[in-house]
Structures are given as C-alpha cells and as structure tokens.
C-alpha cells in the first residue's frame, strides 16, 4: 500500500532555503517516478518537479535552476531543495508518485497530504 507523507514546510522570507520531504513507504523507487505538485490558494494545482524512475529529472520552468529535487532510496525518501523562494512559491506542496506521465500531469491517484510553504516577509 503506497503511503506518502510530506514534512518540512514552513514560513520563510523572501530569498530564503526550504527543504522538503517526502516519506514513500510501499513504492518501487526503480520502477516509479516521484514528484511535487503545488497548489496556491485559489488556483489550480501545478507540476514542480519530478525525478523518473531511472534517476532523470523534469522541472517546471518557473522553478528550474531554484529547486533540486533529489531522492535516497536506501531511506525511502524524496526531497526538495528550494532556494531563493519567492512570493510566488507560496502554495501547499504535494508528493505523488505513478508513472512518469502520471506524475507529470497530476493525473496520478497517489498523494501525500500536502505541506504548507508561506515566502513573506
């Protein structure tokens, strides 16, 4: 049974680091993509980032170059590295886990519950 829980969020001023993570228990980490999606209050959830089964990773163009995403299969765990956090950044961050294009689209059914990231000064 795929479980995912998220942890790590929090406030932080503009220009600030964050790290987040993502505990996957139940998930083939070699056969599956692991991503983030994030969801601003209202608006529509987005794709952030994700990392393939095969270790290649995918970003959003607003984040590429700000945001690392990164896992340790030997601890079950995904992350995401975020620096120089905007405004803009400040959503609910989700954890999903499927195929690649499952994880890429948000069409996946595997989430985690979500945490909160608030960039203000």
């Known amino acids: 049974q795929v479980h995912l829980v998220e942890s790590g969020g929090g406030l932080v001023q503009p220009g600030g680091s964050l790290r987040l993570s993502c505990a996957a228990s139940?998930?083939?980490?070699?056969?599956?993509?692991l991503g983030w999606h994030r969801q601003a209050p209202g608006k529509q959830r987005e794709f952030v980032a994700l990392?393939?089964?095969?270790?290649?990773?995918n970003y959003a163009d607003s984040v590429r170059g700000r945001f690392t995403i990164s896992r340790d299969i030997s601890k079950k765990a995904l992350y995401l590295q975020m620096n120089s956090l905007q405004p803009e950044d400040t959503a609910t961050y989700y954890c999903a886990t499927g195929s690649f294009n499952d994880v890429l689209t948000g069409r996946t059914r595997y989430w985690g519950q979500g945490t909160q990231v608030a960039v203000s000064s």
């Open positions: 990392i393939s089964g095969g270790g290649d990773t």
């Open positions: 139940g998930v083939v980490f070699s056969g599956n993509s």
